[in-house]
């Protein structure tokens, strides 16, 4: 798939993007809401994709009135996905297009995950090579809708967001995009 000649760089999200791992987050969350007790349907944990885990835990303690540490259940969630992470595969009609644009135009990674956990899935899928910046949850303020990781991504490849196409696989992502003023392509259609 060919870019649009005003395209100079891309960003892509990474989970659900990138990498299959919303079913694998999915089990992780299963785990820690049961242990403490919150209600969090998977409908739900879906329509959030991209939303740090932290924001959502505090959300959902505030909804149903519970006390919640959520910066400490963020990392229990964390730890929850870890021994998960070595099973990860790529979402390969979304990587073939970094790959195919690797050396070209410069790429960035804007996910709503931790720095740790985001390096360690592209690591493990062998593809962290192909972004020359990588943005997380903790390096901006406003969180997916807003459009900051998206901004501080096309920053970071020293691309104006004009200039840039955004790849999501949520409705959040897509709309934190589109408020960045990037070409937005939902990736939900490329995995047929």
């Not at 049961?34 to 879906?46: A, G, I, K, S």
């Not at 959502?56 to 990392?75: F, N, S, T, W, Y």
């Not at 200039?163 to 408020?179: K, N, P, V």
Request: charged content about 20%.
């Amino acid at each position: 798939m060919s870019l649009p000649a005003h395209i100079k760089g891309l960003v892509f999200d990474c989970d659900g993007t990138l990498a299959d791992t919303m079913p694998l987050h999915w089990h992780a969350w299963q785990l820690i809401t049961q242990r403490h007790n919150l209600h969090f349907p998977e409908d739900r944990f879906y329509s959030l994709g991209g939303v740090p885990s932290r924001d959502i835990l505090k959300m959902l303690a505030e909804e149903q009135g519970r006390p919640l540490d959520h910066i400490a259940v963020a990392h229990e969630k964390e730890n929850a996905y870890l021994p998960l992470m070595s099973t990860v595969e790529p979402i390969h009609a979304v990587v073939e297009i970094a790959k195919a644009n690797y050396g070209k135009i410069p790429m960035a990674v804007a996910s709503g995950g931790t720095q740790p956990i985001i390096i360690g899935v592209l690591e493990h899928l062998k593809i962290r090579h192909l972004f020359d910046a990588v943005v997380t949850s903790e390096m901006v303020v406003n969180q997916k809708p807003a459009p900051d990781i998206f901004l501080e991504a096309a920053r970071r490849i020293g691309v104006e967001p004009k200039f840039c196409r955004g790849y999501e696989d949520t409705d959040l992502g897509m709309q934190a995009i589109r408020s960045a003023g990037m070409d937005a392509v939902d990736v939900r259609h490329l995995r047929g």
